[in-house]
């Protein structure tokens, strides 16, 4: 990050219903403050809503995902769940568990496990064994891969690895979808496809989606979108 | 897929590294059993060896290094007969002496009119007559050294003739060589002394009884011990040497087995430390995170120490058989067994400790790294 930033731009929040996930002037930066990477950002999603987020590679895309999903706590600011400040690490770990899911960039699969086993991960220690199991070829099945519960990684192409990480995100039916450069590595073919059952799955789970990327075409398809550089968030196509 | 199942699945990543720790912990946890067993058996072959030939308590020298080197003068054990409660009194002059070629062997000398000759179970030859020159050999040794009835045997560089061959229960007793008590004490130049007494009370058992046997036996001499076969091993220092030696080396064995159990798992978290930053990102706690390592390394133990309990049975099996000739027993069962298993899986825990700290101290930011 460079140290000349623009000056702040905060995103309007929606009006009504009160926001499921909201960034209040948060700020992040690494290394002691040496590096600034989010400055003052404001953000609200209601409940159901999509957000795409662009914006070059660097600017903070995945920071600001990963605050939003209690991954990293803020050096400045607060972020709110379900219109209340989440006190703690170890509340974010139930939220994570209970109603937030994440698409990680490289899928972040066990590699020796198979596709099923990785879906149920997420539901360890929630869901007992056989049911767990069965949830988790559910949820295979809703992102059209059930035939794919038995093979590992390895035996996976991107497409079906990318949608068992879905899957993994879906165990247990989150209220918010955060998606890190969900067709990146994909061809255009799988990515298209990809975006279309990120739609479809918002749609018939009425849940709030957000997705980080440089991809146009995944994009094009939300209709509030932000851009992301040097630190501050704007509407996208405002420089 | 099962707790279990995912346990398993960890380890088996590397095959080759777990099993190998897996082994270490084995062979860690078999010289525990082998030890351990050793020194059971010294105790129990002791008492087995009283019990069969009804003593009931002994009179040995108090504080005494080496049990064969304690003295007693033979003298004394007239004043103990004299004592009320005491049926019987009988000396014991005891050693470990060479025996045939190159082999040893625990001989003991008795008087004539010893109780101990009276409860032998011949099983061939006869009983040496009063002042005659002779041995009886229990049956193990007997076989040991392919000794039978009107041979003889060299007995610390002399020849004995080979009078009797007698059954055991106890081990110790079956590798026992036994001679008149005078021909003992001139064996090893030990005139008119002894190792100890061997007493037969009214009332065994009885510990009120037993008691003033023990008060009245302590007022003739300040540096005696009264003790029941139970007690017998207790205040001897090369017994509490040869038992502290084995404690030490089974202890030793265990906390290497942790560090290996440590170092295969600091590695294993090295190593996933994305994929557990990825396990935080979906919502483990590092409650489960610390159970997900811990229960890693409790696998790894309770496996190596399934295998060292089998391993270790036979190393017992082994040192009974090459080693000790029957002369004692190492003991190992269920209690060792478990014992070992409970020791291992502590030690997995203990090794598992840091691993499993340091992996719940990863942040699941790092499940948003690049792998």
């Known amino acids: 990050m460079n140290s000349n930033l623009a000056p702040r731009r905060t995103d309007e929040p929606d009006q009504a219903p009160p926001p499921l996930i909201a960034l209040e002037r948060v700020s992040h930066s690494y290394d002691g403050g040496r590096i600034q990477v989010l400055r003052e950002v404001s953000l609200a999603l209601a ?24 991954l990293d706590r803020p050096t400045q600011g607060r972020v709110c769940f379900a219109d209340r400040e989440v006190p703690d690490a170890a509340a974010w770990t139930c939220l994570r568990a209970a109603r937030i899911g994440i698409v990680f960039q490289d899928y972040a699969l066990v590699p020796t496990l198979t596709a099923v086993e990785n879906v ?6 929630q869901v007992p064994g056989e049911a767990r199991r069965q949830r988790a070829l559910a949820r295979l099945a809703e992102v059209g891969i059930a035939d794919c519960a038995a093979r590992r990684p390895a035996e996976l192409s991107g497409g079906e690895r990318r949608r068992v990480g879905i899957a993994r995100a879906l165990a247990h039916a989150p209220s918010l979808l955060l998606a890190d450069e969900p067709t990146a590595n994909l061809d255009s073919a799988t990515a298209a496809a990809t975006t279309e059952l990120l739609l479809r799955l918002q749609g018939e789970r009425a849940m709030a989606l957000v997705v980080v990327s440089h991809d146009r075409g995944l994009l094009g398809r939300f209709g509030r979108r ?3 550089a040097d630190g501050g968030l704007g509407p996208a196509g405002v420089a | 897929m099962s707790w279990l199942g995912l346990l398993v699945r960890n380890l088996w990543r590397r095959p080759g590294r777990s099993l190998f720790t897996l082994l270490g912990v084995a062979i860690a946890l078999a010289s525990f059993i082998a030890l351990t067993g050793l020194s059971h058996g010294l105790g129990q072959a002791a008492r087995a060896s009283l019990d069969e030939r009804g003593i009931h308590l002994l009179v040995i020298r108090r504080g005494s290094v080496e049990f064969f080197s304690a003295i007693l003068p033979q003298s004394l054990g007239e004043r103990i007969a004299a004592i009320p409660g005491v049926v019987a009194v009988s000396s014991e002059l005891s050693n470990l002496l060479p025996v045939g070629e190159d082999g040893h062997a625990l001989v003991a000398g008795w008087p ?16 040496p007559e009063p002042g005659e020159h002779g041995v009886v050999l229990g049956e193990a040794l007997a076989e040991a050294l392919n000794a039978e009835v009107g041979g003889t045997l060299e007995l610390n560089l002399e020849s004995f003739p080979v009078l009797g061959i007698a059954g055991f229960g106890a081990a110790l007793n079956r590798g026992m060589a036994m001679l008149p008590l005078p021909q003992m004490q001139r064996l090893i130049g030990r005139d008119g002394q002894v190792t100890l007494f061997h007493l037969q009370v009214e009332q065994p058992g009885d510990r009120a009884a037993e008691e003033a046997v023990r008060t009245a036996i302590l007022a003739l001499r300040r540096d005696l011990a009264v003790v029941t076969s139970d007690e017998v091993l207790k205040g001897n220092r090369s017994i509490a ?49 610390l159970r997900l390592v811990l229960g ?13 309990a089998l391993l270790g049975e036979g190393a017992l099996a082994a040192l009974n058989a090459m080693v000790l000739q029957g002369g004692t027993q190492a003991v190992g069962g269920p209690g060792v067994i478990a014992a070992a298993l409970g020791y291992g899986v502590l030690v997995g825990l203990l090794g598992a400790l840091w691993p499993a700290w340091r992996a719940t101290r990863i942040s699941p930011a790092a499940a948003m790294r690049r792998g």
């Open chain 1, 47 to 70: 409940p159901g809503k999509g957000l795409a987020i662009e914006g070059p590679s660097g600017s903070g895309k995945t920071t600001l995902l990963g605050l939003m999903a209690g």
């Open chain 1, 120 to 125: 149920e991960l997420a539901m360890f220690g």
């Open chain 1, 226 to 228: 932000l851009r992301l």
């Open chain 2, 112 to 127: 004539a009119d010893g109780f101990q000759w009276r409860g032998l179970r011949l099983l061939r030859g006869r009983l």
């Open chain 2, 241 to 289: 040497m040869l038992n502290s030696l084995s404690s030490a080396l089974a202890l030793a064995a265990l906390v290497l087995a942790g560090f290996s159990i440590l170092n295969t798992l600091a590695m294993a978290v090295e190593e996933r430390t994305r994929e557990i930053g990825v396990l935080a990102a979906i919502g483990w706690s590092r409650g489960r995170i």
């Open chain 2, 296 to 308: 890693e390394g409790a696998l790894l133990a309770a496996l190596g120490g399934l295998l060292g």
